[in-house]
């Protein structure tokens, strides 16, 4: 909903980088105040940080969130939908071919949907028909944590947000015709994308 509000903002004229509440509010119509209120879900005003949200782009990058880690899990549930929160915060999962970045080829950057931090670039996505968004390579190597994952009866890879620890999904090797041979399979409710704007090119993490 967090990238909903931006757009709503974007559209009503004003630039969320300070907090609008609540003399921008004051400076809208009533009814284009309550949409956007209402497209935001917000529980609260001023200190309430913002989180990404799949899509299948926002015009701008997401906030990063001040010292996730020290988020409690009432604070995620403000933040995230429960479907995030879910795979985010309790290590679920979204279905097969149900994520709305499955099959998404636009140029652009994967950002952490709870907490902002770049993690992927289109550059390494690929469609390994596998039902979820696929890349070969991190944006960079400390942009994502690697655990090992003995869970449901499988020996495999967690990969969490260095940044946040939200979960993201799992690494396999199992994609050799792919430079690195590795298959991140990551939820696409995990990821913000953001498409490149027109003319720009997708530029690695430094
Ligand atoms: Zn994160």
Redesign the pocket.
């Known amino acids: 909903m967090a990238s909903l509000w931006y757009q709503e903002a974007d559209r009503a004229g004003y630039l969320a980088s300070t907090c609008p509440f609540p003399v921008a509010c004051l400076q809208l119509n009533m009814k284009l105040a309550i949409a956007v209120l209402l497209a935001a879900g917000l529980v609260t005003g001023c200190d309430r940080p913002v989180a990404g949200e799949e899509s299948a782009g926002p015009a701008t990058r997401p906030v990063m969130i001040d010292n ?1 880690t020290k988020l409690s899990d009432a604070d995620w549930q403000k933040l995230l939908t429960p479907e995030q929160y879910r795979v985010l915060r309790e290590k679920g999962t979204e279905r097969a071919f149900t994520g709305k970045l499955t099959d998404v080829t636009d140029p652009g950057t994967y950002y ?1 949907a ?4 770049e993690l992927f670039h289109s550059t390494t996505k690929f469609h390994s028909g596998c039902g979820w968004p696929s890349f070969y390579a991190a944006a960079a190597g400390d942009r994502v944590k690697l655990t090992k994952d003995l869970s449901a009866g499988m020996v495999r890879t967690e990969v969490t ?1 260095s ?2 620890g ?1 979960h993201l999904g799992h690494v396999f090797d199992d994609a050799p015709d792919q430079p690195t041979g590795q298959r991140y399979c990551i939820n696409s409710v995990s990821l913000t994308f953001v498409p490149d704007a027109k003319g720009a090119t997708t530029q690695p993490a430094k």
Do not use: K, T, V
């Open positions: 996730p952490c709870a907490c902002g931090q947000c940044r946040c939200s």
